[in-house]
Nanobody, 117 residues
Framework: QVQLVESGGGLVQAGGSLRLSCVAS????????MGWYRQAPEKERELVAH???????NYADAVKGRFTISRDNAKKTLYLQMNSLKPEDTATYYC???????????WGQGTQVTVSS
């Protein structure tokens, strides 16, 4: 069974930091690259960062240099360290296996990040 549980969001002032966590079921974490998506109100979900099983990372231009994705394979946990947060980073953040099938239905509840100006 696919399970994804995100946590760590909150309300922070611009320039602040947050660290998100995602605990994934073993079957996903053991075979997949993993990524963080975000969805702001009235906008489509977008991929902001992903990391391979071996630790290779890739970032969207909007977060490059500010966000760091990492994974702990032993703990089946994905992380997103977010620094220098901006109001435009406000969104609900989700983790998912990469690539993410268009038919993927096992999204977690997400974790809300709100950045005040």
């Amino acid at each position: 069974q696919v399970q994804l549980v995100e946590s760590g969001g909150g309300l922070v002032q611009a320039g602040g930091s947050l660290r998100l966590s995602c605990v994934a079921s073993k079957i996903i974490f053991s075979i997949n690259a993993m990524g963080w998506y975000r969805q702001a109100p009235e906008k489509e979900r977008e991929l902001v960062a992903h990391v391979s099983r071996g630790g290779s990372t890739n970032y969207a231009d909007a977060v490059k240099g500010r966000f760091t994705i990492s994974r702990d394979n032993a703990k089946k946990t994905l992380y997103l360290q977010m620094n220098s947060l901006k109001p435009e980073d406000t969104a609900t953040y989700y983790c998912a296996p990469i690539p993410t099938p268009s038919t993927f239905r096992s999204w977690g509840q997400g974790t809300q990040v709100t950045v005040s100006s």
